[in-house]
């Protein structure tokens, strides 16, 4: 797997959401709502025999408003649906990809940052993907 090109499609694929504003470069500027493509925690290779599988667990950032602002919170609780017009599930586990052969949104978690002097509210996606290793 090439990975800027997963990093891309990623994106693109998230471009879909409406509303949100989708950066496949980690430095990018972060104005909320945001999602971020990050590099991967992790990039195996060889999973199976002769380079056919590779595997890595890519991190996806996704910025809403304050953490004292409710409508943060209800926009957050959309990204994070199993299903709907916003999950972030839900859309990346859709369709095919060129790029690779599956995606797996596989965990969340939650914390707090602080951009230009404000406490936002960020999700952490897990995505494991599995592609070709040739």
């Given at each position: 797997?090439?990975?800027?090109?997963?990093?891309?499609?990623?994106?693109?694929?998230?471009?879909?959401?409406?509303?949100?504003?989708?950066?496949?470069?980690?430095?990018?500027?972060?104005?909320?709502?945001?999602?971020?493509?990050?590099?991967?925690?992790?990039?195996?290779?060889?999973?199976?025999?002769?380079?056919?599988?590779?595997?890595?667990?890519?991190?996806?950032?996704?910025?809403?408003?304050?953490?004292?602002?409710?409508?943060?919170?209800?926009?957050?609780?959309?990204?994070?649906?199993?299903?709907?017009?916003?999950?972030?599930?839900?859309?990346?586990?859709?369709?095919?990809?060129?790029?690779?052969?599956?995606?797996?949104?596989?965990?969340i978690?939650?914390?707090?940052?602080?951009y230009?002097?404000?406490?936002?509210?960020?999700?952490?996606?897990?995505?494991?993907?599995?592609?070709?290793?040739?």
């Amino acid at each position: 797997m090439d990975l800027a090109a997963v990093m891309l499609e990623v994106a693109a694929r998230l471009r879909g959401i409406d509303g949100l504003r989708v950066h496949d470069n980690p430095g990018a500027t972060r104005t909320p709502p945001a999602a971020i493509v990050l590099y991967p925690e992790t990039l195996t290779f060889d999973g199976t025999y002769r380079r056919g599988m590779d595997r890595m667990s890519l991190p996806l950032s996704v910025v809403v408003g304050k953490v004292s602002d409710r409508s943060a919170r209800n926009q957050l609780a959309a990204y994070c649906n199993g299903n709907g017009a916003r999950s972030i599930k839900q859309t990346l586990e859709s369709g095919a990809y060129t790029e690779f052969d599956e995606l797996r949104v596989e965990s969340i978690d939650f914390d707090y940052v602080t951009y230009e002097g404000a406490l936002l509210v960020e999700a952490m996606f897990t995505l494991d993907i599995v592609g070709s290793g040739t």
